[in-house]
């Protein structure tokens, strides 16, 4: 592990657009985003908030447009950033700490071990992937994507497949090695709640654009009791539904998920 | 202490139809009514394998059958490797050679033996030919598969993590094959015996096969029925082998 603190970088997207045959996904997208900041997107799906994650780990080529990382244009693979994605993704023919110390040079198993003692999962670095619960292989995608002390931390969903507990257990976790760290992180999520538990501010994606940014200025760490949470919650999720529906009225995540699909 | 009986039971279990008809062919036999000339009992067998074994005739034929079922299993699947791993990694190796081979794979490659006699005789060079190429075809289709099929979105998760060529094949692909080309190795062990059977058979001097159909002229049941337990043999060890390496190399996939 670095002892020095490593500091984020910074993310200027310029009229992003990106559009899969005739059908654009993102349409003129603006952001910039601070060294170090905290950033979580939401949105209906298929709104394109994955797509602009793949785009800044360079995954993807755009069409138009620009992403500046820290005074320069992304250009290929994103080297500054590593992205962590919702189904994992480990090699399950590898043993965990081979799978966190893939592309790493065989002298930095010792870092490996120490990013694996990180996310509390020491004892479990012989094991195979299958033998893992969800929210484990998760905690060696982290760690996978840590070791490489990127400056951008991407994260596709990477909480949608866990259960509750899990999951707050998880975001947790990030949330300690992100201000340990001071990486920049953008975090793609369906889940309101959690976008607003960790993140320094929420950008919704609507018709391909950026179409509501809300800072989050709670104390960390968060307390989902605070009532000024559930106001951030409820004022996201209404700027969410307003389009289609009038009722303002503060949805679950399971009434949202059902919406999205009769709407689908 | 019950959980050991029941164990036991567990092992011997598969044993007791196989034994029993064992047992029973060595009854009707000797009480006759399965004639010498029919079936011969297992004892008389088992006399026969003694007596060829100490005047070295089975040891010269079993070693001559195994050296050309493994020379024409390596030739036939090394090439079908090769070829499976070019086809499935680069696009244009794939372009040019994968619909000959599927064109060549359709012809039974039995059906070259007088061929293959014409052109090579009764040598070794045509049962090894015969061989390599009844391997060859399943162990191309499983290792082409199975890097065709090799799951895409680990693929780019190795790109993203900053593997690439050598690397990415090595870590990520190639492994994410081998289950696959393991299979295809497994049916062509097959294959290999059942060409050998044929071609030994049909034209030789020495072997397995050679020895069976000599003992046809003189009328031995007993070696002609050595030899075909002895194919059995061979087919049964060679598929130990290769779960063997199944369970080595496979330890993930649990």
Request: glycine share 8%.
């Amino acid at each position: 592990m670095t002892s020095l603190k490593q500091y984020g970088v910074d993310v200027r997207i310029d009229q992003l657009v990106k559009s899969y045959g005739k059908r654009p996904v993102l349409n003129g997208l603006d952001v910039n985003i601070q060294p170090g900041e905290f950033v979580a997107i939401v949105g209906k799906s298929g709104c394109g908030k994955s797509t602009l994650l793949r785009l800044l780990a360079g995954l993807e080529d755009y069409q138009e447009g620009s992403i500046i990382l820290g005074g320069e244009r992304l250009k290929g693979l994103n080297r500054k950033a590593r992205i962590m994605f919702q189904d994992g993704r480990l090699l399950p023919w590898k043993r965990v700490l081979d799978n966190v110390s893939i592309g790493l040079a065989p002298e930095h198993r010792e870092k490996a071990e120490e990013q694996l003692w990180q996310v509390g999962l020491a004892d479990r670095k012989e094991d195979f992937p299958s033998r893992l619960s969800g929210g484990q292989k998760q905690r060696v995608a982290l760690a996978r994507a840590l070791i490489h002390d990127p400056q951008l931390l991407l994260l596709d969903e990477p909480l949608g497949a866990l259960d509750a507990l899990t999951r707050l257990e998880m975001q947790e976790l990030i949330e300690g090695l992100w201000q340990e760290r001071m990486f920049t992180a953008i975090l793609v999520t369906h889940d309101v709640e959690e976008a607003v538990a960790i993140s320094d501010r929420v950008l919704l994606i609507e018709d391909g654009k950026i179409s509501f940014n809300q800072q989050i200025p709670l104390p960390r760490p968060r307390k989902r009791t605070n009532p000024a949470f559930g106001m951030y919650v409820e004022t996201i999720l209404s700027q969410i539904l307003k389009r289609e529906n009038d009722f303002h009225m503060l949805l679950s995540e399971r009434q949202l998920s059902f919406l999205d699909s009769v709407n689908n | 202490m019950k959980r050991g009986i029941y164990a036991s039971v567990g092992k011997l279990l598969p044993w007791l139809i196989p034994c029993s008809l064992l047992l029973l062919w060595q009854l009707v036999s000797m009480i006759g009514i399965i004639s010498e000339k029919t079936l011969p009992a297992p004892t008389d067998i088992m006399e026969a394998a003694f007596r060829l074994l100490l005047n070295g005739e089975l040891y010269t034929h079993m070693s001559i059958s195994l050296w050309r079922a493994l020379i024409g299993f390596l030739i036939g699947a090394s090439i079908g490797f090769i070829f499976g791993l070019l086809n499935g990694v680069f696009r244009y190796s794939d372009l040019l050679f994968d619909t000959s081979i599927q064109m060549l794979r359709n012809i039974p490659h039995l059906a070259l033996i007088p061929l293959v006699i014409l052109w090579f005789g009764i040598g070794e060079t045509s049962k090894i030919f015969l061989v390599a190429l009844g391997v060859l075809f399943p162990v191309y289709i499983n290792t082409y598969h199975g890097i065709k099929s090799v799951d895409k979105r680990l693929i780019e998760m190795g790109k993203s993590y900053g593997l690439k060529g050598n690397q990415l094949f090595f870590h990520v692909i190639l492994p994410g094959a081998l289950s696959s080309i393991l299979v295809g190795i497994r049916f062509s062990l097959g294959v290999m015996w059942l060409t050998l059977i044929v071609a030994e058979t049909i034209s030789a001097q020495s072997g397995i096969g050679y020895m069976a159909m000599n003992a046809r002229e003189f009328m031995q049941m007993d070696v002609i029925v050595l030899s075909i337990l002895i194919y059995a043999l061979f087919g049964k060890i060679s598929d130990v082998i290769a779960r063997f390496f199944e369970g080595k190399w496979l330890k993930w996939d649990t």
